[in-house]
């Protein structure tokens, strides 16, 4: 957190996110992947696959290497340490696919390795499709359930009852064992969901810059997001319906003005979002959060 939170000392912090339901446009594994680029972070451990996921549902890859030996790569969960200059305070990154079974020893086996390595506060970062223009700043919203965070960093708790994911449930759990934890969430345009999202990517690096008071280099994703932009802008000129429909995103947004649109707006989304993608079963197709 920022150096004014805790008596000005750079505590170490953990990052997570995770491919699946949590991860709309790919924003939020896509803002962690840079981070780990840009922090020269080095991988230091990973979760026994076996474990937690289904192969059928998450299967492994099949490459061949510069020898031209067979090799397989196995979903799993990563987790690499930086050491963030000048400042030099630590971060773990996590990065994984949401897992299919076991989530309550999943994320005890995440937490006691944050424990390892002297993890105070734990912050997770997630991406929901929306109704939101893609002419418009991407909104975000932070929750904590850690008292002390809300009133230091001004985020907000979270009201937000339904299905969760394994970003809601890590967040939970790294509260019940006393530690700061800290969701950020982007709302992502629903008309152009595929990945990447650059634009929300963007959002969710900014927000992580301000909330650790720790600089991050963009490189080329501000220009990523403005050619995103326009080529979605392309798009919508070239289908009637679709710009009609971004027009009137764009007169509710202006209208709304942006207090209002953070946690009950984001959950509001959410919940039309939820209805959308997944009528009948939350497991199967939802790509959704918690926070």
């Not at 805790?6 to 996110?17: E, F, K, L, S, W």
């Not at 549902?57 to 510069?66: G, L, S, Y």
């Not at 990154?93 to 076991?102: K, N, T």
């Not at 990523?224 to 764009?250: F, K, N, P, S, T």
């Amino acid at each position: 957190m920022s150096e004014n939170a805790h008596d000005g000392a750079r505590q170490t912090v953990m990052i997570a996110a995770f491919e699946g339901w949590n991860d709309a446009g790919s924003a939020a594994t896509s803002a962690l992947a840079h981070l780990h680029e840009v922090w020269g972070a080095e991988d230091v451990d990973e979760l026994d696959p076996e474990e937690y996921h289904d192969f059928q549902v998450n299967r492994p890859i099949v490459t061949t290497d510069e020898d031209g030996n067979r090799e397989i790569t196995w979903p799993t969960t990563t987790i690499a340490a930086a050491t963030v200059s000048p400042s030099g305070r630590r971060v773990l990154l996590v990065h994984g696919i949401e897992p299919s079974m076991r989530w309550r020893r999943y994320c005890r086996e995440v937490l006691d390795l944050a424990v390892a390595h002297d993890v105070r506060t734990v912050v997770t970062l997630g991406a929901l499709l929306a109704d939101v223009p893609h002419t418009r700043p991407i909104p975000m919203t932070a929750t904590s359930e850690s008292v002390g965070l809300q009133a230091v960093l001004d985020v907000e708790p979270s009201r937000y009852e339904g299905p969760t994911g394994i970003v809601g449930v890590l967040q939970h759990a790294a509260a019940e064992r006393g530690m700061q934890s800290v969701s950020l969430w982007a709302a992502v345009p629903h008309y152009v969901a595929h990945p990447p999202s650059p634009k929300a990517t963007l959002a969710i690096l900014a927000r992580i810059e301000e909330l650790l008071s720790e600089p991050v280099p963009l490189g080329d994703l501000p220009e990523d997001a403005q050619a995103w932009q326009h080529g979605v802008d392309e798009l919508a000129a070239e289908d009637a319906e679709i710009a009609e429909y971004v027009q009137q995103l764009e007169e509710a947004k202006d209208t709304a003005e942006l207090p209002e649109a953070s946690g009950e707006a984001i959950a509001r989304e959410f919940e039309r979002y939820l209805r959308r993608r997944d009528p009948g079963s939350p497991g199967e197709r939802g790509k959704g959060p918690s926070a």
